[in-house]
Each structure stands twice: as C-alpha cells, then as structure tokens.
C-alpha cells in the first residue's frame, strides 16, 4: 500500500491560516507535474464582511486572467460560494482541469473590519509515483 503523504504533494503554500481584512491574491500554484489536484478553501472563524473567491490562470506565471470554465466545483456546487456569515463559513474544494500551468485564487473582500480567518490548500498529486 502507498502511503498518501508520498501521493500527493502541497504545491506553494498559497495561504496560510490567517484573519483577512482585505483583498489577496494567494501564492501560484504550479499544476506542471500534477494529474489530479484540489485547491481547498477553509474558513475558519468569520466575524465581519464579505469575501468573494474567482481563480485565475497563466501559461508564463506572470500575465494571469481569470477564469470560470476549467474549474470542477465539489458535488452540488457550481460556482464559488461568497462568505458573508457564519453558516456561509463553509469549506469550498474545487479542481483545475484547464491547459496552463500556473494558477491563483482571489478572494475580493468588502466591508471587512475584523474580517475572518481563512487559509487555502493545493494538494496536487504527482506524475511520478513512490514504488512502496
């Protein structure tokens, strides 16, 4: 049996766990030897504004736009949910199955004083796999 933590691998560290006041762009992802990944969004306490995710794509790692097609959403979502409360605190999962290589999720903020902790996550797993 092999181990899951030799599997997958945690691409950039795009966010670690911390309270948001304000708009972010989090740390790029690089997909170039995945086969399968998933990018989690996890809130963790919200107490004011509203925070607003889209993701976006580069071939270069440098010119980046946005993009709605290429995402495979968790079972019965079809888009981003917006955070705004504590029942909309939810953890959000979501995959890339576009052509570029890099990517980055955005989380646009409004009206955010003591804002909400929030952290995302890639696991992305590997082309080449450990033989035990």
Same mark, same amino acid.
């Given at each position: ?21 304000? +708009? ?22 919200? +107490?004011?504004?509203?925070y ?5 794509? /580069? ?9 709605t ?14 955070? /705004? ?5 939810l953890?959000?999962?979501?995959s ?11 989380? +646009?903020?409004?009206?955010? +004083? ?19």
């Amino acid at each position: 049996m092999k181990a899951i933590a030799d599997v997958y691998s945690v691409s950039g560290a795009p966010k670690a766990p911390v309270a948001v006041t304000g +708009t972010f762009t989090s740390a790029a992802i690089d997909f170039a030897n995945a086969i399968e990944n998933m990018i989690v969004i996890n809130p963790g306490l919200w +107490t004011d504004g509203t925070y607003t995710f889209s993701f976006t794509d /580069s071939a270069d790692n440098t010119t980046y736009a946005a993009n709605t097609t290429d995402l495979v959403y968790q079972s019965g979502n079809t888009a981003f949910n917006v955070i /705004s409360s504590t029942a909309t605190a939810l953890v959000q999962k979501f995959s890339y199955i576009g052509s570029k290589r890099y990517g980055k999720v955005v989380c +646009t903020v409004a009206t955010a +004083t003591t804002g909400a902790v929030l952290s995302i996550l890639s696991m992305l797993r590997v082309h080449k796999q450990p033989t035990a």
